[in-house]
């Protein structure tokens, strides 16, 4: 069993990882009853011996040894010190290790430069160390997940700046990244630089990046309270949600409802994501998908990494009188632009792949059924016309009887990015706010142009392969036997 | 005369596991009255699977068998199916594993995982190849979609070729979904076959869409899953592995088949077609006579259908308009009662093979009084026919127009293959191909 790492940088990128780690113990308490720290709960948890100061690991030996105390294998960073003493003078204080942890006092200010170049230069050796523990803690350790934000300073910046360090020190092992993408009407002026300045690094060095836009979680959650009356009213309405099944709900986990902050909610949809994607490597299933083989059958080529995400069913209904909504429904929704966590129409695009991560009681014969039922509604390049991944996992997520992650690698991403290039060069053109980047050491008016360059050739080898959409690019004839 | 079985991949051990536990329950949980045999003769077959399939160590029968795969959880359910099952066990050191699996992808199972493990697999081939009194050859079972079963396993092919020059080596392949497991599967498939056309003796085609069909149309199956799958895929295959004899009294030892089969290297591909195929309730009310299974069948060869429904019936032997299947060999495995009464005179028809092979010889026919899993008398037909042609041009037509647009190239390229190893393999496999359509 492989283990992955999760790096959360700055204040986004550590609140989803909060959600994450609550989330990841709700999972694994409803499924490993008896308390054994096996395979499974080991990908992302070590079973530590709490009588030593520096707590001693313990391995998963046969499977069979009891849970002790569980820390989670993650590295927190931020550069300013409220959301990370919120986390350890929270509830989940226990799973995380002091040493895990790497702050400081004043906060990046927005400005991706001080993030990456200063505190880069700054934290890099502390950094590198407490990622090299946590990487010799782990028996085979496969992927890196870094989780924050584009628009902010610290996560854009240092995030940006760690994903570096993993590439040039573990080339081997998979970087996936989930990025926040800033929407249109973001409070952060110089979010759209923070933006493409990262861009490019996350072009040049991740494996995947999974972006995932506030406004699209805006709305998934408005769409699932809306089905969901308040509880003050006690009306018995038909189609009342069922308690827990909700994708942004955290019930069950250690976080009790009244400490639920109001991004919670959406942070929660995006946590699910990274859970139900790991899901197959951890648990076991009929056609099980690792980590490894979704970058291999999602990323056609280097530069096109970027992969839109959705999640259904929302929720479970709890009325039982209701037929639950039929498995083929789930499939339909899944393309639909209101579920994708990014604002953007997948189906109007071209999809160059697709995953099909299924979760729960689908027999391989209903996935079967919805692949050609969808194929026609779809637009598949035309090298690629049966581009389907599907993976089969066996335990169903907490909450409902089964769930559909669609990952896809669909064109309609070059529209949430010439937006953010538009954004930029607004602002470029005019040098605005230029000045606070290029004061800090080593940051180059280069830096900005080749960001820039960078971003336009991502888009426009999107839409080139876009264009192909109606006419197909004629093919060589077959090798000819003599 | 034993073989030894190599479980490759994910879907080599699915499949593996249910193909001993079909032949654990035909052998040893049928009732005496149900075989159709006197007790002597049934004990002279039981003592005939067991040597060529299981070995007895520690007081329980173990399958003669060595699992590999580069992730555990697969190998682990495999396991313990087994145990459950009560009649037979697998050898928990006879495994190989590793923590991080292929990712589907060929370079990665062929290039890095076969030069780093392939040291140890061959020891432990070579222990379970010293368990046997005499060896007769290998069958591998994998998938080409993947990237351990379809990788790994092609490496290993060539270092069990390597290792034992004289014994068989038969490969059966699961030929993936058409519309998509695995997005490169089409790459893997070109990959694997191209070289196991060098190393293997035989390679056994079996196709996922078409058992499905099976399940839902003949077995009624609503809701499929892959077990039901592999449970078919373990019918057909035990179907013609458990022992047989001959007219003239040989048994069908895996060498012995595979001369009859492949006659010429150049031809290697084989398929399976069994008869009848029907669910447990209706196995009890139907009746059916030689005359009709022996004329379903050579239709299903004629027309190149899978099973014994939707058969086109109008496509003849003489029909100079619409083309038939036409075959290098064929090998009939027919048992249960009367087997002795069939007439076979069908599969000798001229017409079926080319003209430059003499047609008494093409077909070898093998039979068994004892009845097989249930059914009072079955047919299954193993041959060397144009049958897998069209699945195979599919692929390459889908691998090639991937690879025009050089779509994931880089990941193969990744981990130490060229361009050029995929040219090699698409010629290999044009050849191939043209071979065949000339028959």
């Not at chain 2, 695995?182 to 196709?207: F, K, P, R």
């Not at chain 2, 290697?268 to 059916?288: C, D, H, R, V, W």
């Amino acid at each position: 069993m492989t283990q992955s790492i999760v790096v959360q940088v700055g204040q986004c990128g550590n609140q989803i990882g909060f959600r994450f780690w609550d989330l990841a113990l709700r999972e694994h308490s409803s499924l490993n009853k008896t308390g054994l720290y096996d395979d499974a709960v080991s990908s992302f948890f070590r079973n530590v011996d709490t009588r030593y100061s520096d707590p001693a690991d313990i391995p998963v030996g046969h499977g069979l040894g009891k849970i002790k105390d569980l820390k989670a294998r993650a590295v927190l960073i931020d550069m300013e010190e409220g959301v990370v003493n919120e986390i350890m003078k929270g509830p989940l204080r226990g799973v995380f290790d002091y040493k895990q942890l790497i702050t400081d006092v004043s906060g990046a200010g927005n400005n991706w430069a001080i993030g990456h170049k200063m505190y880069g230069a700054k934290y890099k050796e502390e950094i590198s160390e407490t990622i090299r523990r946590a990487a010799e803690l782990c028996d085979c350790l496969q992927c890196f997940f870094v989780i924050h934000s584009m628009g902010g300073g610290t996560g854009s910046g240092l995030g940006s700046f760690v994903l570096n360090l993993l590439h040039e020190e573990y080339p081997d092992i998979y970087r996936f990244v989930m990025a926040v993408y800033p929407s249109h009407e973001d409070d952060v002026i110089t979010s759209p630089y923070n933006s493409v300045l990262a861009m490019r690094q996350l072009t040049d060095n991740a494996d995947c990046v999974l972006p995932v836009e506030n406004q699209a979680l805006v709305d998934i959650v408005n769409k699932i309270n809306q089905a969901n009356p308040k509880l003050a009213e006690r009306k018995s309405s038909r189609g009342h949600v069922k308690a827990g099944s909700a994708i942004s709900t955290g019930d069950g986990g250690i976080v009790k409802g009244k400490d639920e902050k109001p991004f919670d909610s959406m942070n929660n949809i995006a946590a699910n994501v990274l859970l139900n994607m790991t899901s197959s490597a951890r648990f076991e299933g009929s056609l099980n998908v690792d980590l490894n083989e979704i970058t291999m059958n999602l990323v056609p080529f280097p530069k096109m990494h970027y992969l839109v995400t959705s999640q259904t069913p929302l929720y479970s209904v709890s009325d039982v009188h209701i037929p639950p909504r039929r498995l083929d429904q789930m499939f339909s929704d899944a393309f639909s632009k209101d579920h994708q966590l990014i604002k953007a129409d997948p189906k109007h695009s071209l999809y160059l792949a697709c995953a099909l991560m299924v979760r729960g009681k689908v027999e391989v014969s209903d996935i079967r059924r919805n692949i050609e039922r969808l194929q026609s509604s779809l637009k598949f390049i035309h090298w690629n016309r049966d581009g389907w991944k599907t993976g089969l996992c066996n335990v169903a997520p907490v909450g409902q009887p089964y769930s559909l992650l669609t990952i896809a690698n669909n064109t309609c991403v070059h529209h949430t990015f010439s937006g953010l290039r538009d954004r930029f060069v607004k602002l470029y053109k005019r040098k605005a706010h230029i000045h606070h980047y290029t004061h800090v050491d080593n940051m180059e008016i280069e830096d900005f142009s080749e960001s820039l360059e960078s971003l336009t050739s991502v888009i426009k080898e999107y839409e080139t392969l876009e264009k192909q959409i109606n006419n197909p690019a004629p093919s060589l004839p077959r090798l000819q036997v003599i | 005369m034993s073989v030894v079985t190599l479980q490759m991949g994910q879907c080599g051990n699915q499949v593996g596991g249910q193909f001993f536990n079909m032949i654990a329950r035909d052998t040893f949980d049928q009732s005496l009255a149900k075989c159709n045999v006197p007790r002597q003769t049934n004990q002279q077959f039981i003592d005939d699977v067991c040597e060529r399939f299981f070995s007895q160590e520690e007081g329980s029968l173990k399958a003669r068998a060595v699992m590999v795969d580069m992730e555990p959880k697969v190998i682990a359910m495999t396991t313990t199916e087994a145990k459950r099952s009560g009649l037979f066990q697998y050898n928990n050191k006879q495994q190989f594993c590793q923590k991080c699996g292929s990712g589907n992808n060929w370079a990665h199972g062929f290039l890095v995982h076969g030069s780093k493990c392939s040291q140890q697999v061959m020891d432990l081939i070579q222990k379970e190849a010293e368990k046997c009194d005499r060896l007769e050859g290998f069958f591998t079972l994998m998938s080409l979609a993947g990237g351990t079963g379809s990788g790994l396993g092609a490496y290993i092919t060539q270092c069990v070729r390597d290792e034992f020059p004289h014994s068989f080596i038969m490969n059966q392949v699961t030929w993936p979904f058409d519309t998509g497991e695995v997005i490169v599967q089409n790459y893997n498939a070109v990959l694997t076959l191209s070289h196991l056309y060098q190393s293997s003796d035989a390679i056994l085609i079996v196709e996922n869409d078409q058992e499905q069909k099976i399940c839902s149309q003949l077995l009624n199956i609503k809701k499929i899953s892959f077990s039901d799958i592999n449970e078919v895929i373990g019918h057909k295959l035990a179907s013609f592995l458990q022992p047989a004899k001959s007219n003239n009294l040989t048994s069908n030892h895996l060498g012995e088949m595979l001369e009859h089969l492949v006659p010429h290297p150049e031809y290697k591909l084989l398929t399976m077609k069994t008869i009848p195929f029907m669910s447990e309730n209706n196995i009890q009310y139907s009746a059916y006579q030689w005359p009709g299974l022996v004329k379903h069948l050579t239709q299903m060869l004629i027309a190149n259908a899978s099973m014994e429904e939707g058969i086109d019936w109008g496509v003849k032997l003489s029909s100079t308009g619409l083309a038939y299947n036409k075959s290098m060999a064929n090998s009939l495995f027919l048992r249960g009662l009367d087997v002795n009464t069939v007439d076979v005179s069908s599969f000798k028809d001229g017409r079926l093979y080319p003209s430059w092979l003499p047609s008494e010889a093409c077909l070898a026919s093998w039979t068994n009084q004892r009845t097989f899993n249930k059914y009072e008398k079955s047919a299954s037909l193993v041959s060397n026919s144009q049958t897998p042609l069209i699945s195979l041009n599919h692929v390459i037509d889908k691998a090639w127009s991937m690879f025009t647009s050089r779509a994931y190239v880089h990941q193969y390229i990744k981990h130490g293959l060229a361009e050029e190893d995929f040219l090699d393999s698409f010629a290999c496999l044009e050849q191939v191909i043209k071979n065949y359509k000339d028959l």
